[in-house]
């Protein structure tokens, strides 16, 4: 990472080696696109984590909708909203667990004009 890159507390930078660590959870998310895989893993969800090789951690994030553990352990954001439509969750959802908001109140902070850093 390089010096100046700033860092928000609460915060974790996606980069070579989180993705190198959440593979196999990202290749199952990416495998989510396919309608046939959405209805394997609705039907079983554990079996579906199984028979993508997830470790026991990230086979807990998801079964669990963890959602914002998913990200620390190497998921990319792209790829969680992939399960993410499954259970109709949005980004703003999702960005609503990420800063411990509602999503009502994460929607109004966007609109607002969001955080401001600084």
Known sequence: MSSH???IEGT?????ESSNRGRALNRMFFSL???ANR???SLNEAAYCDAHNLNDE???VV???DWKRMTEIGASIFYVLKLAAIDRKSMQDLGAVFTGM???EFIAELR???RKLG
Do not use: C, N, V, W
């Open 5 to 7: 890159t700033p860092r």
């Open 12 to 16: 974790h930078i996606y980069d070579t």
């Open 33 to 35: 696109k396919d309608a």
């Open 39 to 41: 209805e394997k893993f």
């Open 58 to 60: 990230q086979k807990r």
């Open 63 to 65: 079964l669990e909708r």
């Open 102 to 104: 509602s999503t009502d």
């Open 112 to 114: 607002a004009g969001g």
